[in-house]
């Protein structure tokens, strides 16, 4: 079984920057994409970023371009969004997602949830105006 867990969320204050991380457990059976999602309260989840396996090519949602920055280390089974300038309305609970048994990333399934197959809890991301 494939486990995402994330860590790094908390409370800041508007243009404080934060640092989400998940580690990845379980057989992955080798190459897998990796993904972040949010959904704040009474909203549907939705993409924020994602990185294939080699780390060469990631995709950004266009609210969070420019502020938030994904990477990946597969020595160490992690992937980190990296959230700068953050603003009140970026507060929502991220969740981490793994797609292991579908298609290659690409940009035209990268925002689409059934492109990933595990997720995690979800880390809270309080930001106050």
């Known amino acids: 079984q494939v486990r995402p867990v994330e860590s790094g969320g908390g409370l800041v204050q508007a243009g404080a920057s934060l640092r989400l991380t998940c580690v990845v457990s379980g057989r992955t059976g080798g190459r897998y994409s990796m993904g972040w999602f949010r959904q704040a309260p009474g909203k549907e989840r939705e993409f924020i970023s994602a990185?294939?396996?080699?780390?060469?090519?990631?995709y950004y949602a266009e609210s969070v371009k420019g502020r938030f920055t994904i990477s990946r280390d597969n020595t160490e089974n992690t992937v980190h969004l990296q959230m700068n300038s953050l603003k009140p309305e970026d507060t929502a609970v991220y969740y981490c997602?793994?797609?292991?048994?579908?298609?290659?990333?690409?940009?035209?399934?990268?925002?689409?949830?059934?492109?990933?197959?595990?997720w995690g809890q979800g880390t809270q991301v309080s930001v106050s105006s």
């Open positions: 990185v294939t396996w080699s780390g060469d090519n990631v």
């Open positions: 997602a793994v797609g292991v048994y579908g298609p290659a990333l690409t940009e035209d399934n990268a925002a689409q949830a059934r492109t990933y197959d595990y």
